[in-house]
């Protein structure tokens, strides 16, 4: 199972100056308890070490053990993701370009005159963090993708089903009205020499 373990707003504006969090979710559930607290400042410290080095108007991802950490610098607005290596990329990107429209929508320019580090909690950051665990939430391509692979395995399962039953496909080529002689002796021809058909 994938997991999406933090997810940063920061403004990242000044040269040099380290970037200030906006807001900040994550989920530290799967860590022991007295780890929990050393891994949410871990979380900002990376977040903010790897959003300060984020050019402007860029996206980049960072491997860190089996997490990537992946940011994206909109116009001095950075959103980083701690996700870990089996989350798509362009998932990790398209939530984070998500969570950079929403911010701006909810807070306009606001941001730029922020000067310290925000500790209320933006509710929309929490859900992001719960709802896109699944990388086809977030990816709309993928969530598609997934869609025909099911409907797939579908038709294939139908076509079992039907075979499981007792009928073979012997017998329906034989008793189809639909197949010209010629047609039911290409199929005859083609199971004899494996060439054709061996699938059906």
């Known amino acids: 199972m994938v997991k999406i373990t933090a997810l940063l707003v920061l403004k990242c504006v000044s040269e040099g100056a380290d970037p200030i969090i906006l807001a900040n979710a994550s989920d530290v559930s799967n860590f022991g308890f007295f780890q929990r607290p050393s891994v949410r400042e ?8 790897v959003a300060k080095r984020t050019p402007l108007n860029q996206r980049q991802s960072v491997q860190y053990e089996e997490y990537k950490v992946h940011s994206y610098n909109w116009n001095g607005l950075c959103a980083v993701g701690f996700m870990d290596d089996h989350y798509p990329v362009r998932s990790a990107f398209s ?14 320019d606001s941001w730029k005159t922020v000067e310290v580090d925000g500790t209320q909690q933006w509710p929309y950051l929490t859900e992001s963090l719960t709802k896109f665990q699944d990388p086809a939430e977030a990816d709309k ?19 079992d089903s039907v075979l499981a039953r007792g009928e073979k496909l012997d ?30």
Do not use: P, W
């Open 42 to 49: 871990f979380i900002v410290f990376f977040g903010r070490t």
């Open 95 to 108: 939530l984070l370009n998500q969570v950079l429209d929403e911010y701006q929508s909810s807070f306009g």
């Open 141 to 159: 391509l993928l969530k598609i993708q997934r869609e025909l692979d099911e409907t797939k395995i579908i038709l294939h399962n139908t076509i």
């Open 171 to 200: 017998s329906l080529v034989e008793k189809s009205s639909d197949l010209s002689a010629a047609s039911q002796m290409f199929y005859k021809q083609a199971k004899k020499t494996n060439q054709c058909c061996t699938v059906l």
